[in-house]
């Protein structure tokens, strides 16, 4: 269930494709929803599937090789016409079946992996799409309620120590590991739920943007649950 707080004015629910792709972020507004009820078994479609390893690509060319029942069949559909949609939008979408993804420990006080809290980066203009068909969603920290990492003082005096150069180099350190991207909610922060089946953008941290960036994180999968998750 998505949390429908005053603090979550980011969010603007749409109906369809057409409006998700079109709409422009404004304002507050960093996260556009396509809220959807999915037909079809798609635990089907990720039992089918021989994961191995802790993640793998599903190539559409696989997907259309596996014998279905009806409800996978139904899922099936679903997941091809999304694959079609966010294509002809000029979108390069991957499905990914998801056991766990590799944990950062490079720097144990300051992990800079998807589990984190964090926003993406690009040179050029773009947004992130996402849809969580199976498995635990992601979800997303109320710009409002979070705090970048690099400017806590005890996080930053670490980093500093890390960094060991001069301070004129600091901040371009910063964002070369990017550190800068990731965030930590303040204490008692609502965190919105993205929910199964629903097709989200969300905006991006790029040189035209006219919004904050909107922080998400990859959710903490549950044992021997694999999660079924297209991305772009």
Known sequence: MIDLSPSLNQIHWV???QDLVSMSFVGEINALCWAR????????IVNKVKLNGNIAVLEQEQLLALELSEQGQLAREILLNDFALLTAHGASPTLNLINYYERDDAYPFFPTDVYSFHVDRSPVPTDTFLCTYYGQPSEIL???QAEQK????EI???LKKLYGGTEDGFETFLTEHFFDLHYQPKPGSPLINLGIG?????AVDHPQSKVLPCIHRAPKEKTGETRLLMIC
């Open 156 to 158: 930053r005096d670490a």
């Open 142 to 144: 109320p710009n409002i």
């Open 37 to 44: 009820k999915l037909t079809g078994d798609f635990a089907e």
């Open 150 to 153: 690099v400017l806590l003082p």
């Open 15 to 17: 109906t369809n494709f």
């Open 198 to 202: 629903n097709l989200w953008k969300l």
